[in-house]
DNA sequence: GAGTGGGTAGTCAAGTTTGACTAGCGAAGG
DNA sequence: CCTTCGCTAGTCAAACTTGACTACCCACTC
């Protein structure tokens, strides 16, 4: 899964309606076209996508108000939310070591209730244990582990990327189970978009972390 | 950087000379149809994206000697194995956290020369420890990291792997000082890839995307 | 009042990735 | 024999991604 449709999804979702250049300004507000494949092209395409698939409703286009061409809006939907919760569970859920993924994720965690979400990373965490015993058991062979050379490597590395992320994935249950941030239910949310005309103190236009050389 | 270059070149470069459906069975003894794009279309088309630009010559269409129908040869070039190093020192330089891309490097590390290799992931180290001050210097804004509330999470996610990601590279570099697996001009290189008619142990006889039913 | 710089809001072609589909051949069974 | 099964070795259309490009409007200068 790309972590495209769970980001459109959930940045339309929280402004209630949203033309695709909002959508993009808030993504770049997140860092997320650093970390993720949510460039110009790839935001339009997809509320584009998620409108014929009925999980966003197009507006038709008003004239802007601000200046530039006219825009269309997007509203989500109510499969689009629906679609919106699944992708969000299924991303805290499931272990794929996606850091885009992973990372859109926590940024909508907040959209759940705290009980649920702090089911879904435990589950997360019994996902890892289990993927970790997999990999143990499945890739090394029994004449024992230098029959695999520097190829056991990569499964070392695995293992070893399992290991710290059910590490952090422990920790973030304890902050929240500790009463941390706010979520579904309890009161005002965090603001996670930008206002309109509030300038994006991250968009600075300097090299950021993740960028590829 | 997407690893299905890296993954083809270095599986072509193995073998001196392969067809396309070797490279595919190479890949999934490696697993790496699990945790890279190596899918059958891609690989295939690599292999022609390769040939049309020099990097791998592509033999006239052979006669399989197996059964089935004939098979194009591909053999790598000169100007493909420069290519094949400059992709492999720069996944093993550069900090990117791409699983796929840093498993394939592994696999290959040992084309390199042992001081060649470890300084390589030396330098990794101390990219990754800048990249880390970058975060933590750029997304920590100055009234207190409260401020980003649970968006937080993610740079700490990215801390979080970035460290482990450190300890993990410091353990592979204290490896090969140590002198663990063969490098390259150290005689007997460790065999990579299937012998022809060797059955894979790790053809676990799941069904996989591409397979014919 | 003509150019021009910058922000807004996108479009587009080219390239890549995916997963389903096809086709050739030998072996086994009836 | 002839059908079916399973393995070999791919092809292909549809979807997605990328990065460069366009078009509009405003504010400002010269």
Do not use: C
């Amino acid at each position: 899964m790309s972590a495209i449709r769970l980001l459109v999804l959930g940045a339309v979702r929280q402004h209630g309606r949203a033309h695709g250049y909002q959508v993009r300004n808030d993504l770049e507000y997140w860092g997320a076209h650093e970390w993720s494949n949510a460039k110009p092209g790839s935001i339009y395409h997809a509320l584009k996508q998620l409108a014929k698939q009925g999980l966003l409703h197009a507006h038709e286009v008003a004239p802007s108000t601000v200046g530039g061409p006219p825009r269309t809006e997007y509203e989500i939907t109510g499969r689009g939310s629906e679609e919106f919760f699944t992708l969000l569970r299924e991303a805290l859920t499931s272990y794929d070591q996606q850091m885009d993924v992973k990372s859109a994720a926590i940024g909508f965690i907040v959209e759940l209730p705290r009980a649920e979400a702090v089911a879904l990373l435990k589950e997360r965490t019994r996902g890892i244990a289990q993927w970790r015993a997999s990999v143990t058991e499945h890739y090394i062979p029994e004449d024992g582990p230098e029959q695999l050379g520097h190829i056991g490597e990569i499964m070392n590395l695995w293992i070893h990327t399992a290991d710290a992320e059910a590490a952090w994935t422990q920790g973030l249950i304890d902050r929240i189970e500790g009463g941390a941030y706010t979520f579904a239910g309890e009161g005002e949310p965090f603001v996670g978009v930008l206002a309109d005309g509030v300038e994006n103190p991250y968009a600075t236009g300097e090299r950021h972390p993740g960028d590829a050389r």
